[in-house]
């Protein structure tokens, strides 16, 4: 059986030699289907989308649109069904589950829809626990000091040494903010990071996601608050699986490009 759908009705703008370089995520015709007993159903109709270093983008789109599934296949979380998927210089559509995972903890900073958190580890050790596996700040005493930072970044190291189910919600998406910094990752995918938060504590987390970018981390990040979205640099819409901006919007801006020079 063939699953793949045809190309979109339009193709990918080539990219000027000048911005090439600085491409940092780069989804060719990427489409993902997922197997249902009526037959496959595509949550990701063939996404076309250029993302910069730098950049601070926000993905918008009702629920069931495919934001999620857009997020778990630039973290290579999930495996498109067909389409090219490149982060910096490693095409990640065809890795190994090993590789990808080894990848993914060096590079990307993943902050999911629904914390997972370890329920069995403090939350000291769940931000600890990427740099545990990818073997990073070699001591346990430095990798320690460094959860502690992180917890003390989003406003909650007063809880480091209690359990995710003994810390409020909003603590725990705050949790899996500092682990998904952990490794310091050069990029950061967060599905609705602040959609359990309230408006002052998603502000102070934002404000984190500010800072990184300041420094030059590359954000996506699905979101429903449009106060939040006003404030990055490309906002992203998705329906039913689809890119729905005019597509030329689906390249980087040069203000974006000129605000991260
Ligand atoms: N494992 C799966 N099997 C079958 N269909 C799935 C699966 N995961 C997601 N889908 C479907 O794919 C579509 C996109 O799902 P996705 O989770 O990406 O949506 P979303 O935009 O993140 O929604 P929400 O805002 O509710 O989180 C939905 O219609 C969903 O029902
Ligand atoms: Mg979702």
Redesign the pocket.
Known sequence: MNNSLPPTPYAQLPTPDSQRDEVLIDLTNVQKA???PAGP?Y??KGINLQILKGEFVAVQ????????????MVTGISQPTAGQIRVGDQNIHNMGEEQIAKWRGLNAGVIF?FFQLMPMLTCAQNVMLPMDFANLYKSPKVRRQRALHLLDQVGIVEQAGKLPSAVSGGQRQRVAIARALANDPSFLAA??PTGNLDSKTADAVFQVFENLVSKGVTILM?T?DRELASRVSRILT?AD?QLVNNPASDQPTIQAKQRHK
């Open positions: 997922y197997q249902t159903f949550a990701l789109g009702k629920s069931g649109a495919g934001k999620s599934t857009l997020i778990n829809q599905d609705e699905v429903h998705i699986g």
